[in-house]
């Protein structure tokens, strides 16, 4: 069996302890495996078949990235799946394809589970094993009582898939370890789903995997090596998840503006102005702004107006007595001529000087 599942030959390891935890090479820097394992050792070896053989050859790598699925739940162990980047690429390991076709397998088909997971004594292997179990559908899996009354059922969801026979399982170790339908060649092997959790080890309730065709498993996995491969594989379709969005208009453009503009600017609408300030914030004495107001208004109007008002002042001055002589503006009659911006000012002509009713 040795270089039979190169993709397979990974040991997923913690310092002096070693083999925790096994995965496959989906991407040649990329190792899939299961995310109840994160945490759980700082180095990847591949290519190790014999782990007592000094002789035999391997690639150690430390980790990059560690990507689990968004959704994966502790408590249910749903979403079991996540990636690992390689610091560097296999050279001796070639990467296995990951089943996307939510039809396959067919119930009944016999899978095969490769592993480096405690054997049936309850020791690790001193070689990589592979076993072959049956695909049952999560119905037939749901109806399955073991002696002690336990079931699969209410404990399976879409994302999972079951697989066991008769004294064959995964085990305890090989947790994120690859569960495949079988070609001719290695090339030729596809990935169905990954050791996840189970009752017990080849006990009367079949072992849980991840199943890879699940939608959101298949494209976290494809959108993950995509985004965080160097080389990957031609299957994936990677355009959806690295290609630059085309900028393109969202409709075509109105012809005229959708709010007509006024015909006066609305951006600092006309002070409404007081005979007295308001407030002490009052932005300019009245008479500095009535100043600025008549600097902008049609001199032959305002002189009209002052020759009217001399005149009438010059024929009040000869009918009334001296003291009636106005000093305030508050007390004379005003003449409201309207001038831009909506502002109205009423003038007064004295003695000579103009005098303004503000409103």
Request: charged fraction near 20%; hydrophobic fraction near 30%; charge should be negative.
């Amino acid at each position: 069996m040795e270089d039979r599942y190169s993709y397979a030959q990974i040991s997923l390891q913690w310092e002096d302890e070693g083999h925790q935890c096994g995965g496959s090479l989906v991407a040649p820097d990329m190792v899939l495996t299961a995310a109840h394992c994160i945490g759980t050792f700082d180095r990847i070896e591949i290519g190790k078949h014999s782990r007592i053989d000094p002789t035999d050859a391997s690639e150690t790598f430390s980790l990059g990235k560690e990507l689990m699925h968004p959704d994966y739940d502790d408590d249910t162990t749903r979403f079991d799946v996540m990636l690992v980047q390689l610091n560097a690429t296999s050279k001796m390991a070639r990467p296995v394809r990951i089943n996307q076709n939510e039809y396959v397998p067919l119930d009944g088909t016999m899978l095969t589970v490769i592993g480096m997971g405690y054997n049936g004594d309850w020791e690790l292997p001193d070689t990589v094993l592979e076993t072959s179990v049956e695909y049952q559908h999560n119905g037939r899996c749901d109806d399955i009582v073991d002696d002690h009354g336990i079931t699969l059922d209410g404990d399976l969801y879409p994302d999972m898939l079951c697989a066991g026979s008769e004294g064959r399982d995964s085990c305890y170790g090989d947790s994120g370890s690859p569960l495949v339908l079988k070609g001719a060649t290695e090339q030729n092997d596809v990935q169905i789903g990954l050791v996840s959790w189970g009752y017990e080890c080849a006990g009367e309730l079949p072992g849980v995997y991840s199943r890879l065709s699940h939608n959101s498993v298949f494209t976290f996995v494809e959108k993950t090596v995509c985004q965080h491969s160097s080389d990957p594989p031609a299957y994936m379709d990677c355009t959806k998840w690295t290609a630059s969005p085309t900028i393109t208009p969202t409709g075509t453009p109105s012809l005229t503006p959708t709010v007509p503009p006024s015909a006066a600017p609305t951006d600092s609408p006309a002070p409404t102005i007081s005979a007295s300030p308001t407030s002490p914030e009052s932005q300019s004495p009245t008479t500095m702004r009535l100043r600025e107001f008549l600097e902008g208004t049609d001199l032959t109007l305002t002189k009209t107006i002052q020759d009217s008002k001399q005149q009438q002042e010059r024929q009040k001055k000869d009918e009334e007595p001296p003291q009636s002589r106005l000093t305030d503006a508050s007390a004379a009659d005003c003449v409201a001529p309207s001038f831009s911006a909506g502002v109205t000012a009423l003038l007064l002509v004295a003695s000579g000087t103009i005098w303004a009713c503000l409103l």
